[in-house]
């Protein structure tokens, strides 16, 4: 038996834009229509944990701003003006709650807010509230949220994926016309690809990660999740460059992209074997579709052979647990936040297994040889990136899960992004975007990577891609 | 790799973390089922002349120049025990 189905088209940033531009809607109004629909589905849903009580507030003073400047500068300046965006918990937001999803950070309020909602907020952003999570981010399906978990809006049964799962959730029912994610490997693009929407996460360092709880610190990312790749170019454009309070930011300032500078001709993407067969078989039918589509668009699709991808499972799983290890170890109750007792089971096997990859006589053994095996995943990807421009391929082996699947594997997280997680320890960009449902009417997700510092080759492909798929 | 044992009571001490007994059976059974998968390296070839990556975008000695700079104010942060009250945690009376 399948779920009620939530999910429906919404409207995008750029339309409410344009609207706003027209005069024939107001800050004030498109703030209310989202608390509205938030009243309406988040008791199903779950998506969103806490609500902004002031964005109607913020909203009449955005609409002063609006109707004080002229039609041709509007957005200019601050192109998000009046505009409302869920930011997912793990972002501190001052005066706004910020827990994690988890019991240690229930009552936390944070004095500062993070760069990228520093960002939102000098671009003219309304934050509507904060979005549910696996907690600490460790799952990716949501279900280690220490408030329930978060519910697919295509089928109430199922899982939106995680764990950036209640912006892809909250986004996917209309409940905002975009939110803010983060990935650590896979955490933006398999919860996209389960909600059926547009989920990009940048090249490692391209978004400051000053102010995001720290998952695995040589691998967190923020990103934008969107209906529309027009949308995440607009985000991504705000969100991107490098910042003195981030250290592992990319120093030079990020470029402008722009969807309407000339298209490369004769590009070649790549496809790989090695990541079709770990995918069911619905899935990569629409992904040779996809491949298909792309090809008559005038893109080069060309097979490439690539390490497999279970090997990065293991060390995915060694780096993270290593670093969520000392990571959570500044959570002692004492200066903030409760006692670690309140950890979850999920953070508590995740603290234990880094600390015994890290401890004494394991340490070369898991560790090092971990980061060994980083450098040879980066390597491979160099050698393919010299044939090819971009790779794709499933972003998922499946289509979303049954809530309770979980809790059958220890790894269920780093299984069910094994497609991601190679790109993401090589801290490669990468989107996904829907191509297509399966019978049940469940999303299923393409993504498309490529070398570092290629995100706005990747988002012409994707804005193309979404083109020629109409 | 050599065969591991999984010794929660130690673990646990080392991660500062209070686990009870149930907890310790499960994790114990499920750390050392993680951990035989890890052995999936020992096949990747040419580890041993790999040298290991920390940084993936090859930033380094990231500093800034030796200049105070605003920082949160003691009144902000101290105001009414806004910011840093917590249930259960350590607040003052």
Not at chain 1, 412 to 435: K, R, W
Request: hydrophobic fraction near 35%; glycine fraction near 8%; charged fraction near 25%.
């Amino acid at each position: 038996m399948s779920g009620q189905m939530l999910a429906e088209k919404g409207i995008s940033l750029i339309e409410w834009q344009k609207r706003i531009k027209k005069g024939k809607a107001s800050s004030k109004k498109i703030v209310k229509y989202y608390l509205e629909q938030i009243k309406k589905k988040n008791q199903q849903i779950n998506a969103f944990l806490v609500i902004n009580q002031k964005a109607l507030k913020e909203a009449q003073r955005a609409d002063e701003e609006i109707r004080k400047s002229k039609p041709a500068d509007l957005f200019r300046e601050k192109p998000l003006l009046g505009l409302p965006i869920a930011v997912k918990d793990n972002f501190c937001t001052k005066s706004l709650p910020t827990t994690a999803a988890s019991k240690v950070l229930e009552n936390y309020i944070p004095p500062y807010n993070a760069t990228v909602v520093q960002c939102l907020k000098k671009a003219g952003a309304i934050i509507l509230g904060k979005t549910n999570m696996d907690a600490w981010a460790h799952g990716s399906s949501t279900e280690t949220s220490s408030f329930g978990p978060t519910h697919n809006p295509y089928d109430l049964h199922r899982v939106p994926g995680g764990s950036s799962g209640g912006s892809t959730a909250a986004v996917a029912a209309a409940m905002t016309p975009a939110a803010i994610g983060s990935e650590t490997a896979g955490s933006i693009r398999q919860p996209a690809a389960w909600c059926g929407v547009v989920g990009f996460k940048p090249t490692y360092g391209r978004v400051s990660r000053y102010g995001l709880i720290a998952m695995a610190s040589s691998l967190d990312c923020p990103g934008p999740i969107t209906q529309t790749i027009k949308d995440t170019v607009l985000l991504y454009n705000i969100l991107a460059g490098p910042d003195s309070q981030d250290a592992t930011t990319i120093k030079e300032k990020s470029p402008l992209i722009n969807l309407k500078s000339p298209f490369p001709k004769n590009l070649k993407i790549g496809l790989s074997q090695e990541y079709l067969k770990l995918a069911k078989k619905e899935i990569v039918q629409k992904i040779i579709q996809a491949a298909k589509i792309l090809e008559k668009g005038g893109a080069k699709i060309q097979e490439v052979s690539l390490l497999d991808p279970k090997v990065s499972i293991a060390v995915y799983t060694i780096l993270q647990r290593a670093e969520v290890s000392s990571n959570l170890a500044r959570y002692d109750g004492i200066r903030y936040g409760r006692s670690r007792s309140y950890f979850g089971l999920e953070a508590k096997r995740r603290i234990m297994l880094g600390t015994f990859v890290l401890s004494a006589g394991y340490f070369d053994q898991y560790y090092m040889k971990a980061q060994k095996a980083r450098t040879k995943i980066i390597k491979d990807f160099e050698r393919v990136f010299k044939k090819v421009d971009l790779i794709i391929g499933p972003t998922s082996p499946t289509v979303a899960l049954k809530i309770g699947e979980w809790k059958k594997s220890p790894m269920f997280g780093e299984i069910q992004d094994v497609l991601v997680e190679p790109s993401s320890l090589a801290g490669l960009p990468g989107i996904n975007i829907n191509c297509g449902y399966n019978k049940e009417g469940l999303p299923i997700g393409l993504q498309i990577f490529g070398p570092q510092k290629s995100e706005e080759l990747i988002l012409k492909l994707a804005y193309r891609f979404e083109q020629w798929q109409k | 790799m050599d065969k591991v044992k999984i010794l929660p009571d130690h673990l646990s001490r080392l991660a500062n973390l209070k686990i009870t007994a149930s907890e310790k059976r499960k994790i114990a059974r499920q750390l050392l089922k993680t951990v035989n998968f890890f052995t999936i390296l020992d096949k990747v070839d040419g580890l041993d002349k790999l040298k290991p990556t920390f940084q993936v975008t090859k930033n380094e000695n990231v500093i800034r120049k030796d200049e105070a700079g605003k920082s949160l104010s003691r009144k902000l942060i101290l105001k009414k025990e806004k910011y840093f009250k917590t249930k259960g945690g350590i607040t003052k009376k």
